[in-house]
């Protein structure tokens, strides 16, 4: 009763003045055991501490330029004088405890249940925000939301769970944490395991607190660095429209350049090291893939029996067959081109018909799958029914078709196929594809069929543009660029677009 009455009882002491409350137990053999509680036996508080908790608007989370204030009260009792069952850290309303928040300080059950150093400790909280949203069985609050922003259209209350328990919680810590708990031991352990140096924990504002492992602290240290990316991925996106809204011929043209620069380098500082280079890792073991697979050198073609899947292989690699990046979002395209990697929509042997340029409208004529069986049945019967492996489309209205061919394939056999890809895409688009790029992949040609073709100063692979006629009319329905490579030039391309972070970070998987 002491524990339950406690800060109620203090805070009524000067009203009540010396009190007394008598409790009488009747034991079943009719005697009666008598106890007092009297005004002198309360005790006084180790530490009355008060913080205040930044309010913020529900829903978008932005500060409103005021605070709500709290106080913490500590009493730290001795064992031998208060025989108490436990330890008690609780959330309060108009001076009485509604919601028990220990296990969140005091671990286990040992440590809720036992004193420490001789000493139990009890904690109450107290806010006119508690005394307002406390429920009606006066165990626990309503109307309080976990987290600011919420999606809760019903909460109006402008402090969350979170921030009072990130003011409160190193105050608490503090009062209850066992002698035995080594804050440095957490620290040294976040370093070795997961290479969070003490420079991070102090930029991101994160604290060590008792019963964090190393694992909990890391997670939360890489929480905020991708918190910060994210919106300074906005705040960049926001310089890059700036940038569209130079003026050259200005005064002041260089003087805005300048400071646009040192907005975006002072952005970067913020993004996770880590991450980076998890995706420069990652790449470089995606390129050597590429290469082992272009040689016939990974063990699933060297061990595969019967017939070997090369093309399949290698189309794998850049992208999942007969997958679009709905299915797929995770791709490796960049290995072609940087850039494509981020295009609307991708399709591996998909139905093309099926693509949609918005929500109301598809980006094809539905005939354009039976179209393009009959160009590839001419062909052969085993090519019927196939489609582009790799198409790549922008509502910008572009596309990327890309073809490959199987080690021992003769490219130039096939140097007719992206255009009729390129002429069918078009004429079936509405006019919405005009600009086209063809990219024939493989590993064998021959020269003296590549008449009309301009071979690139550096590596094997050739180029050229041509319009796109219409056949039947002759008008012009938009352009083709194509380029016939071989995987060691895409290969060499890539590993050049990550040489210099590979250099930097001394990654070698070759």
């Not at 996106?237 to 569209?244: A, G, V």
Request: include cysteine; hydrophobic fraction near 40%.
């Amino acid at each position: 009763m002491l524990i339950a009455l406690l800060q109620r009882l203090v805070s009524l002491r000067t009203r009540l003045g010396e009190f007394v409350i008598i409790f009488e137990t009747i034991n079943p053999d009719g005697r009666i055991d008598t106890e007092t509680l009297k005004a002198e036996d309360l005790p006084v508080p180790s530490l009355v501490s008060q913080v205040d908790v930044a309010e913020r608007e529900p829903r978008t989370g932005d500060l409103l330029g005021r605070s709500q204030r709290f106080t913490l009260t500590h009493y730290k009792l001795e064992a031998r004088e208060f025989d108490l069952r436990r330890n008690a850290i609780a959330l309060c309303a108009k001076s009485s405890p509604a919601q028990d928040i220990t296990a969140r300080y005091l671990r286990t059950g040992a440590e809720m249940n036992n004193p420490t150093a001789g000493h139990y400790h009890l904690v109450l909280i107290e806010g006119q925000m508690l005394d307002r949203r406390v429920n009606e069985q006066r165990d626990g609050f309503a109307g309080i939301p976990e987290a600011i922003p919420t999606g809760d259209l019903f909460t109006d209350e402008t402090v969350s769970f979170e921030a009072l328990y990130e003011q409160i919680d190193p105050i608490i810590y503090g009062m209850v944490t066992p002698a035995s708990w080594s804050k440095e031991a957490v620290i040294k352990d976040v370093q070795d395991m997961f290479g969070v140096i003490p420079q991070m924990l102090q930029d991101t504002e994160t604290r060590v607190n008792y019963g964090d492992t190393a694992k909990s602290v890391a997670e939360r240290v890489l929480k905020k660095y991708q918190d910060r990316i994210i919106a300074e991925t906005a705040e960049i996106f926001d310089l890059k429209q700036e940038i569209l809204k130079a003026e050259p011929h200005s005064a002041d043209y260089r003087a805005k350049i300048q400071e646009l620069s040192w907005r975006y380098t002072s952005s970067l500082k913020n993004f996770d090291m880590a991450s980076l280079s998890q995706l420069v890792v990652r790449r470089a073991a995606i390129v050597e893939i590429l290469a082992l697979a272009c040689s016939r050198q990974l063990d699933v073609q060297t061990t595969e029996t019967g017939r070997a899947r090369n093309e399949e292989i290698i189309h794998s690699i850049f992208f999942p067959m007969r997958k679009d990046s709905v299915e797929a979002p995770d791709h490796d395209i960049w290995l072609l081109s940087e850039e494509y990697q981020y295009y609307d929509y991708i399709a591996s042997d998909k139905p093309l018909s099926k693509i949609r340029w918005n929500e109301d409208r598809l980006l094809f004529d539905p005939s354009i799958d039976v179209e393009l069986a009959e160009i590839l049945g001419r062909r052969t019967v085993a090519h019927k029914g196939r489609r582009p492996d790799i198409a790549i489309f922008s509502r910008e209205g572009s596309a990327i078709i890309v073809e490959f061919k199987a080690p021992g394939v003769s490219m130039d056999e096939h140097i007719g196929d992206l255009s009729e890809y390129a002429h069918l895409l078009a004429a079936k688009s509405g006019g919405r594809l005009r600009k086209f790029y063809g990219y024939l992949i493989g590993d064998t040609i021959n020269p003296l069929r590549m008449a009309g073709w301009t071979r690139f100063a550096a590596g094997k692979g050739y180029f050229r543009s041509d319009s796109l006629p219409d056949p039947e009319h002759g008008r012009n329905l938009g352009e083709l660029y194509a380029e016939i490579l071989f995987f060691e030039d895409v290969v060499e391309r890539a590993r050049k677009r990550i040489g210099v972070y590979k250099d930097r970070l001394k990654i070698e998987l070759t």
